[in-house]
């Protein structure tokens, strides 16, 4: 057993004190993990445009203040009662997608969501109800169950998967979210088919991702689109065969329509990347009548609507969503670590700016730059 087991661990942590404000760092005490919980080493974290719209204020469930981070992984440091799955010295990644196996989304066998966790992590707390972490005698809220912006940091036995020793841990952190979620929505959500023809919308590390999805599944045509030129060279190191800027298409031509023509009638899978409820919008109409799917990924901001005429699914287009890529983190992702360790998927190449946590705004300063797939931060 460690040393620290059952006593409170003094570490330092990015602390989101208010909305809008530049993360902070501080020294913190992490308690020990009660029944079911897990304390965890985190050794390398990725930012994720998730953390920073928490970060934004513009999260209707973001709650501060809070350490932030989702897409980490690190090392067991101890276990609280009736915990069996992992075992202090386990290297895992935290999962923001639980996987509890026993809630009826779990034993559904029909989705990746489990409902285990899901009321307290929306409110910030472990499923006790409590906290884990304090800054000065002041409690902070968790973050989407993983709060991986802190050296140590406390979750659920049902929010980490245990993962093969000799896959690097840097790289690993990616498995967490941006990832496994367009890879995921590409091969499990949608099992895109051989020769099958496709356009991703918006090339961040998620729609690199789900690129290279299409790739591994063979897929035909891989039509990448975004507004950055400067995403062209990106998409086609990952396997798209063509890019289109729709911002430069001519003068009353739109997405869609030129999407439709160049395909004779439309794409067999379209995924939203982006976020926007436009280019959502684009990415069912562009999808090919009769059996078109078109896959939103994409956050949108609070309050955002799609609009589309139900004309569109009445003539056999699908729309459906992805979350996390459909993948049962528990399950499912040491397989993943398994292809990435022999090479048949990408994790190294998103990774375009590393920093540590003593200058972890640094790294938040270059997600929001249009030139950054992933930043990850060594937490040493
Ligand atoms: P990112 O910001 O790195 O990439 C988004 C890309 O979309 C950028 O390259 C941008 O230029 C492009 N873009 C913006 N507007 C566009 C438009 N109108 N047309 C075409 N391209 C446009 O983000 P990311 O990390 O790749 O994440 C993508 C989205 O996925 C975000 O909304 C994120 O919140 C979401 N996300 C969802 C899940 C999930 O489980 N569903 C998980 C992770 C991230
Ligand atoms: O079960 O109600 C639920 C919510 C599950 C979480 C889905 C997350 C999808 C997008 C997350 C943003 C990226 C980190
Ligand atoms: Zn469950």
Known sequence: MSDTAGKPITCKAAVAWEAGKPVSLETIEVAPPKKGEVRVKVNFTGICHTDMYTLSGS?????????????????????????????????VILLYTA????????????????GAVRATQGKGVMPDGTKRFTCNGKELYHFMGTSTFSQYTVVSQYSLVAIDKSCPLDKACLLGCGVTTGFGAATITNKIEEGANVAVFGIGCVGLAVIDGASFNKAGRIIAIDINDGKEQWAKKFGATEFINPSKLPEGKSIVDHLIDITDGGLDYTFDCTGNTKVM???????????????????????????????????????RGSAFGGVKGRTQLPGMVDLYQKGEFKIDEYITHTTTLDEINKGVDHTKSGNCIRCVVSMD
């Open 59 to 91: 999260d209707p469930e973001g709650a501060f203040p809070a350490v932030l981070g989702h897409e980490g992984a690190g090392v067991v440091e101890s276990v609280g009662e009736g915990v069996t799955d992992v075992k202090e010295g386990d290297h």
């Open 99 to 114: 996987e509890c196996r026993q809630c009826k989304f779990c034993k559904s066998g029909k989705t990746n969501l489990c």
């Open 281 to 319: 919008r684009s990415a069912l109409e562009s999808a090919h009548k009769g059996w078109g799917e078109a896959t939103v990924i994409g956050v949108a901001a609070a309050g955002e609507e799609i609009s589309f005429r139900p004309f569109q699914v009445v003539t056999g287009r699908v729309l």
